[in-house]
């Protein structure tokens, strides 16, 4: 989980976040163990940036993963910085109902650990249009 955290505060000092202030960084672990890191990439155009959690995912496709394993997400100080609703339903796409969703403060330490499953109740999923 150590390993995970620490990309996941690397990715979140590569914000850009210039108009909320408010930097988050999010690391993903796949189906191999690699861990991929991203960063809230915001928009002078202010609807079109985007959070963390998107860019952690596509690092992962990108590098040709498929499954999300585990995730840590930090945003600014010590309050709880859970993935928005629109993040929930992406790391779904590629997570399993089990997976661990670790919130941390700025500098790493855990706040509180939640499964996807309880960020995402009675969710809607690739098996519904299988
Ligand atoms: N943000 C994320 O990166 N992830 C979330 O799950 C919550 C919100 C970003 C979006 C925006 O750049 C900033 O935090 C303030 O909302």
Known sequence: MRDLIDAAMKA???AHAPYSNFLV???MRDEHGHIHGGC???NASYPQ???AEPSAISALVMAGSRRITEVAVMGNGSTLCTPCGGCRQKIREFASAEVKIHCCT???ELIQTFTLEELLPFSFGPENLA
């Open 49 to 51: 940036g985007w959070c």
């Open 106 to 108: 700025e500098t790493g």
């Open 40 to 42: 809230n990439i915001e």
């Open 25 to 27: 960084g999010a690391a």
């Open 12 to 14: 979140r000092l590569r």
